[in-house]
């Protein structure tokens, strides 16, 4: 007997040049799994009436993106421990009538620097510098992950604030202003999670964050993981990494969620690598 066919989405805003149909549609070519996944455009004030439109038509599972994860979070009616710990959720299941929530970038990131990149995250010092849906995604993961202080920077201070609460981790997480980051010293792990490439220029960032040991972590890919990469490089980080390897592991989370089997990501990031390389190099 034929499974019952099965909708997913991804909502965002922006949303159309997202990676997730084809990464969804490559997964279940691979895996002989029938895939309707479509990318839908929703802002903060629509998502909640796009949900219910998307449920009421047969959705069973959702991907949220920038910038809903924080409302996402709050629509779900059920959510997992790491979704609760980040106060952001990034995958939807239907459950009946009801929406249950999960977070699997944080996993997704710990899986693509451990596993494809080799990097031993126990011990590190690490900074993160943004607070919002996406910093709150990883953050959980990368204490679990065993990184010995986490040292959190943002724009805005309040939401710094509410992220290190969250975390609830007093003796590990730090919380900083922005401004003093010339005083905090050289760091074995340092995420840029914030969307600043997407609307112009990063911060302003001292050289004395980076040491010969650094890896440089962009959750961006493409040309948005351009600049803070290349400033990382110029001041001797050993390792830089975008975050296209993370889209897919978060991706194969997802998908594991929804169909119950988890596909080999590596041919799916092999290809897309190489279309991101053309992606950054073009004019
Ligand atoms: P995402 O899901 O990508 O995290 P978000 O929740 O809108 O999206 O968060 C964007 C992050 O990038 C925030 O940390 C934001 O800082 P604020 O909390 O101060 O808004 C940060 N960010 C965006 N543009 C920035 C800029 N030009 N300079 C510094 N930080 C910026």
Redesign the pocket.
Known sequence: MSQPAQHHAVFGHPVAHSLSPAIHAAFGRQLGIAVDYVAIDATPDTFETALARFAGAGGSGANV???L??AAFALANTCSERARRAG?VNTLVRQGETWFGDNTDGAGLVRDLTGRHGLDLRGRRTLLI???????GVAPLLLDAGVSDLFVV???PE?TDALADALGEPDRVHPRY?DVIGELGEFELIVN????A??????ALPRSLVGMRTAAVD?SYGEASVPFLAWARAHGARDTIDGLGMLVEQAAESFALWHGVRPDTDPVFAALQARNVALVTAD
């Open positions: 993106t920038l910038p994860k924080e952001a943004g607070a919002g849906g996406a910093a709150r943002n724009r805005t939401r922005l999670a914030t969307s600043a997407r609307s112009g220029a990063i911060p959750l």
